[in-house]
Nanobody, 129 residues
Framework: EVQLQASGGGLVQSGGSLRLSCAVS????????IGWFRQAPGEEREGVAC????????WYPDSVKGRFAMTTDNAKNTAYLQMNNLKPEDTGVYHC??????????????????????WGQGTEVTVSS
């Protein structure tokens, strides 16, 4: 069973940066998708980044493109989400998730709902104006 744990959230001013970490354990295959999602109070969950580890292709919706970037450290089984130029609308609880298929990343990139197989507990990000 794949388990994930997100960390690194906090309070930051508008225009600031944060880096979130996602520790992944229980992996048994080389190719899979890791995605980042956020959910603000009263809002639907939104995918903000995804990487297909089989070829490294990354997917971002227009709302964060150019501001957010994913990296992975395979030796540490950790994925990171670097968030720059943060805006108040980026506020929410951020979760990372795992799926054994790559096409869920495309759904994240096109701003569509995506159901990943395993989810970790979230980390809260608050961006003040």
């Amino acid at each position: 069973e794949v388990q994930l744990q997100a960390s690194g959230g906090g309070l930051v001013q508008s225009g600031g940066s944060l880096r979130l970490s996602c520790a992944v354990s229980g992996l048994s295959s080389d190719g899979y998708a890791i995605g980042w999602f956020r959910q603000a109070p009263g809002e639907e969950r939104e995918g903000v980044a995804c990487v297909d580890t089989s070829d490294g292709q990354q997917w971002y919706p227009d709302s964060v493109k150019g501001r957010f970037a994913m990296t992975t450290d395979n030796a540490k089984n950790t994925a990171y989400l670097q968030m720059n130029n943060l805006k108040p609308e980026d506020t929410g609880v951020y979760h990372c998730a795992y799926d054994p298929t790559w096409f869920v990343c495309a759904r994240v990139g096109y701003g569509m709902a995506a159901d990943f197989e395993s989810w970790g507990q979230g980390t809260e990000v608050t961006v003040s104006s």
